[in-house]
């Protein structure tokens, strides 16, 4: 069984088809790129994914449950977790307790043991503190724990925003324009660390990224939207060849 298979899925506005038949499958430990021209229904797929909008026709299946048009905690809970083209920390909020956020959907203790500290609060605080920096520490993130979020450079909020998605235990990460502001430096360290986090947990990645030596460099399996249609779906080798992703993305005649 695949881990995720879209089929169909679509979704108007106002009489206008943003995503029309849009189907992809997705297997395990595989990553995967989103990619077209602005406008085309990427980060409305995304949205359709994780609850945000509610599809007006298609299916969605994640491990084998239907999801379609469930609301975004539960999908959270169902293992799908995302980043943002705009970063969405808490910037207030130390670097450790960020990811503890996140923890929250593995890791929970009910109101009255959290008003009252009981041994079972601080049980559940202590393991919490402890996977958060086993994840920052992937990031190498750890030393920075006790800094606010907003403390970090640009390229590490980036990394801290991953981090978080992580501690909520996904099956499949969906990451919007993951290098989008970052320099070379910043972008080839990031490749670096979304391989690692495929292959460390196990798990599938979306993303959806302007930066073509980005996506054509990490992904397996890359599939283009113009229009809110697939126009090709391949490995890189033969998206970067085909006529019609040269004149809609990269800018051929």
């Known amino acids: 069984m695949s881990l995720l298979e879209i089929s169909g ?16 499958t997705m297997e395990k430990g595989h990553l995967y790129g989103l990619i077209g021209p602005n406008g085309a229904g990427k980060t409305t797929i995304f949205n359709m994914l994780t609850g945000v909008y509610k599809p007006t026709g298609g299916k969605i299946l994640l491990d084998g449950e239907n999801i379609t048009g469930k609301n975004p905690e539960f999908i959270s809970k169902a293992g799908i977790a995302r980043t943002f083209q705009n970063i ?47 994840i920052l520490k992937i990031f190498e993130l750890d030393e920075k724990a006790d ?12 990394k801290l ?16 324009e993951p290098a989008a502001g970052m320099n070379p430096n910043e972008t080839a360290e990031l490749m670096q660390t ?14 959806i990224e302007h930066d073509m030596k980005f996506v054509m460099g990490i992904c397996e399996n890359i599939t283009v939207l113009d229009y809110g249609k697939i126009i090709a779906c391949g490995d890189p080798a033969s998206v970067r060849s085909n006529p019609k992703v040269i004149s809609a993305y990269l800018g051929g005649n």
């Open 147 to 158: 800094l606010k979020a907003s403390q970090l450079p640009y390229g590490q909020q980036r």
């Open 9 to 24: 899925l679509s979704i108007s506005f106002g009489g206008l088809n943003a995503v029309s038949n849009f189907s992809l």
């Open 88 to 134: 969405r920390l808490f910037d207030a909020l130390s670097v450790l307790d960020n990811v503890k956020a996140g923890l929250h959907n593995r890791i929970s203790y009910g109101m009255m043991t959290g008003i009252f500290r009981t041994p079972v609060y601080s049980r559940k605080e202590n393991e919490m503190t402890e996977k958060a920096f086993e």
């Open 194 to 207: 979304v391989r690692s986090v495929r292959d460390q947990f196990g798990i599938a990645i979306l993303l």
């Open 161 to 176: 925003e991953i981090a978080r998605a992580l501690a909520t235990d996904p099956k499949l990460l969906l990451l919007d």
